[in-house]
């Protein structure tokens, strides 16, 4: 009995070293956050899952990435990839006013690993866990805003961070507002592929 709870345990340590190997060498960006543009930050994403019907990811203790995308015209997409041992789902919600209608729907796929792996390298190519956190554009009136948040609990054990939410006001030449349309077209094309299979929930 003991051999095999000290197995279990090395396989458990080993499969935790992998991961924080993947993660380790990062750089984390470390500049002073304005603390009233945090509060406002937060208050806005608040308001934004509370338009989507939606709660942070940090607090469903899952590895994740959730995308809120809000237009100052009235629409906008939540795009919420989770992972739950070997299961990988996407959900995707939205709001829109009558122009964009036609392209409001929502769904929830399970997805393959191979996708959620796609996702995740998204997501390390384009530093996300080591940019700074808040930019906004202020010479556009009418504007749009990203606000996407990760979490990933087992990072702890690497002494690294766990959840970490970046917001983006009307992005120009800016890699993260970029991670974030590519984020949104990938949606698009893994509601297309599941559409052909009859998955979509």
């Not at 090395?10 to 380790?24: F, M, W």
């Not at 543009?37 to 509370?50: A, K, P």
Request: one cysteine or more.
């Amino acid at each position: 009995m003991f051999l095999a709870f000290c197995a279990l345990s090395c396989v458990e340590k080993n499969a935790v070293s992998k991961e924080c190997q993947k993660i380790q060498t990062q750089d984390y960006y470390l500049a002073n956050v304005d603390t009233t543009l945090l509060r406002q930050v937060n208050e806005y994403h608040q308001i934004l899952l509370d338009t989507f019907s939606d709660n942070s990811i940090k607090e469903t203790n899952l590895e994740g990435y959730h995308l809120l995308f809000y237009s100052s015209h009235g629409y906008g997409k939540s795009i919420k990839f989770t992972k739950a041992n070997s299961q990988y789902n996407l959900v995707m919600k939205c709001v829109g006013n009558r122009e964009w209608k036609d392209d409001c729907k929502q769904y929830i796929i399970n997805i393959e690993e191979d996708e959620w792996n796609e996702l995740e390298k998204m997501i390390y190519e384009f530093d996300f866990w080591t940019s700074d956190h808040f930019r906004a554009n202020r010479m556009v009136l009418d504007g749009y805003a990203f606000f996407l948040e990760g979490n990933r609990p087992y990072a702890e054990s690497c002494n690294l961070a766990t959840n970490k939410l970046i917001s983006r006001g009307s992005p120009r030449y800016d890699k993260i507002g970029d991670l974030c349309q590519n984020i949104i077209e990938y949606e698009g094309q893994l509601r297309f592929r599941y559409e052909q299979y009859n998955k979509i929930k």
